[in-house]
């Protein structure tokens, strides 16, 4: 089961910074997830809420700061303790500072049609230019944005997200066109996940951070998790699996001679 950090590792470093991914990275995840919101500029910068006011102390719209303002503040408010101020980086920033990543998911939150419109053509243009097709998936809960992505180009990845029940998450998936359903840990199923196989889409699920859970959503066959604590576990999975290459083998010797075993 593959593990994505939740806003790089929002639980061990602050969400959606540069500083979180590289802490994440240093341990060896290399599958994240992260938000993204257009800044005044036209820039898809990392920032989970539509304002700045939740993580940095300012007020007001991502949407009324430029990129440069936005690198400028410190996302370090309501969120995981780090030394050093740390700003709101842009998508290039990360890309370009990890080259190697080898699966992100692009969470584009609900805002208005028009600045989602340029946001859909602006990941494009940074999906079609670095050749990221195999390495990132766009995902939404909003499905006229994953249609406007879909209307582009069709050889991007795209997921839903959803937290409900209704209408059916693994439906509207799949008459959307995605290649991933990213679920809500909660909706998950046994009967859901094999239907979401069947479909040919990848289940990813949010927020899972305990490992109880990890291992029940295992045993339904979720492709993947996305958690606040990577690093951590990403350290249990692997003890997990030393440990079961390490466990000595049962040597059983030849089945004894029928003939030779004594009478009753």
């Given at each position: 089961?593959?593990?994505?950090?939740?806003?790089?590792?929002?639980?061990?470093?602050?969400?959606?910074?540069?500083?979180?991914?590289?802490?994440?990275?240093?341990?060896?995840?290399r599958h994240f997830e992260l938000d993204l919101v257009l800044s005044k500029d036209g820039k898809p910068v990392l920032v989970h809420d539509l304002t700045v006011d939740r993580?940095?102390?300012?007020?007001?719209?991502?949407?009324?700061?430029?990129?440069a303002e936005l690198a400028d503040m410190d996302a370090r408010?309501?969120?995981?303790?780090w030394p050093r101020k740390i700003g709101i980086p842009t998508l290039e920033s990360l890309l370009d500072q990890f080259t190697d990543l080898e699966h992100v998911q692009l969470e584009v939150k609900k805002d208005s049609r028009q600045r989602l419109n340029i946001l859909s053509n602006r990941?494009?243009?940074?999906?079609?230019?670095?050749?990221?097709?195999?390495?990132?998936?766009?995902?939404?809960?909003?499905?006229w944005f994953l249609k406007e992505v879909r209307r582009r180009d069709k050889k991007i990845h795209l997921g839903l997200v959803s937290e409900r029940r209704f209408p059916k998450?693994?439906?509207?998936?799949?008459?959307?066109g995605c290649d991933y359903l990213c679920l809500n840990w909660?909706?998950?199923?046994?009967?859901?996940?094999?239907?979401?196989?069947?479909?040919?889409?990848?289940?990813?699920?949010?927020?899972?951070?305990?490992?109880?859970?990890m291992l029940q959503l295992e045993e339904m066959?979720?492709?993947?998790?996305?958690?606040?604590?990577?690093?951590?576990?990403?350290?249990?999975?692997?003890?997990?699996?030393?440990?079961?290459?390490?466990?000595?083998?049962?040597?059983?010797?030849?089945?004894?001679?029928?003939?030779?075993?004594?009478?009753?």
């Open positions: 089961m593959i593990v994505y950090g939740h806003r790089g590792a929002k639980g061990e470093a602050p969400e959606n910074t540069l500083p979180g991914f590289a802490h994440a990275y240093r341990h060896g995840i993580t940095t102390g300012q007020k007001g719209d991502v949407g009324s700061f430029t990129a408010r309501n969120t995981s303790s990941l494009t243009e940074i999906i079609q230019r670095r050749d990221l097709y195999g390495r990132v998936a766009i995902t939404s809960s909003d499905t998450p693994v439906n509207l998936a799949q008459k959307l909660k909706l998950c199923s046994a009967e859901l996940v094999q239907e979401a196989h069947r479909r040919e889409l990848h289940v990813s699920t949010w927020t899972v951070n305990r490992i109880h859970d066959g979720v492709d993947s998790i996305i958690t606040d604590y990577p690093t951590s576990t990403r350290m249990f999975f692997d003890n997990r699996a030393r440990s079961l290459l390490s466990l000595p083998t049962v040597q059983t010797g030849p089945e004894p001679d029928a003939e030779a075993l004594p009478a009753n």
